[in-house]
């Protein structure tokens, strides 16, 4: 008898896994993990315990991000991305191969800008749902309205 409950509730818990909503993060690192706005990389990734399981995480850098940022994001268990000049097209092609990876469930973007929205409706086309990470100043209200979830970041006070 006692098997039998056991394997009853090991394919419980396993439903539960399986229930669990898979994320797929990218942060446009130069617009969200600036000083003056102190936002924590464990912040981000506690706010998003509540909609589901991190599978990925990428932060994408520019070539200008101190050594100090980098090994920060390593240490907190995500991948950097360091790119020369500009970090927009990078963070779309990040963000694209994630709405098209069928084990992710949740696109999070963590960034302000209005450029990404065009992301967020490719993934809600695609049936992902969508999660905004941002901070004001300059949280795009249009990306916040075309969002599922968003996750209002708290700047530090100076």
């Given at each position: 008898m006692?098997?039998v409950?056991?394997?009853?509730?090991?394919?419980e818990?396993r439903?539960?896994?399986?229930a669990?909503?898979?994320?797929?993060?990218?942060?446009d690192?130069?617009?969200?993990?600036?000083?003056?706005?102190g936002?924590?990389l464990?912040?981000?990734?506690a706010?998003?315990?509540?909609?589901?399981?991190?599978?990925?995480?990428?932060?994408?850098l520019?070539q200008?991000?101190?050594?100090?940022l980098?090994?920060a994001?390593?240490?907190q268990?995500f991948?950097?991305?360091?790119v020369?000049g500009?970090?927009?097209?990078?963070?779309?092609?990040?963000?694209m191969?994630?709405?098209y990876?069928?084990?992710?469930d949740?696109i999070?973007?963590?960034?302000?800008?209005a450029?990404f929205?065009?992301?967020?409706?490719e993934?809600?086309r695609?049936?992902k749902e969508?999660v905004?990470?941002g901070?004001?100043?300059?949280?795009s209200?249009?990306?916040?309205?075309?969002a599922?979830?968003?996750?209002?970041?708290e700047?530090?006070?100076a």
């Amino acid at each position: 008898m006692k098997r039998v409950i056991s394997r009853i509730l090991k394919r419980e818990e396993r439903e539960e896994r399986e229930a669990e909503k898979t994320i797929g993060l990218i942060i446009d690192g130069p617009n969200i993990l600036r000083k003056e706005f102190g936002i924590r990389l464990e912040d981000i990734k506690a706010a998003l315990e509540k909609v589901g399981k991190i599978r990925v995480a990428k932060v994408v850098l520019n070539q200008y991000a101190p050594q100090g940022l980098i090994e920060a994001v390593v240490n907190q268990g995500f991948e950097p991305i360091i790119v020369a000049g500009d970090t927009d097209v990078r963070v779309a092609i990040e963000a694209m191969e994630l709405i098209y990876n069928s084990d992710v469930d949740v696109i999070a973007l963590a960034t302000r800008d209005a450029d990404f929205l065009p992301l967020i409706n490719e993934a809600k086309r695609k049936g992902k749902e969508t999660v905004v990470i941002g901070v004001e100043p300059g949280f795009s209200a249009a990306l916040q309205n075309a969002a599922d979830y968003i996750i209002k970041m708290e700047a530090k006070k100076a």
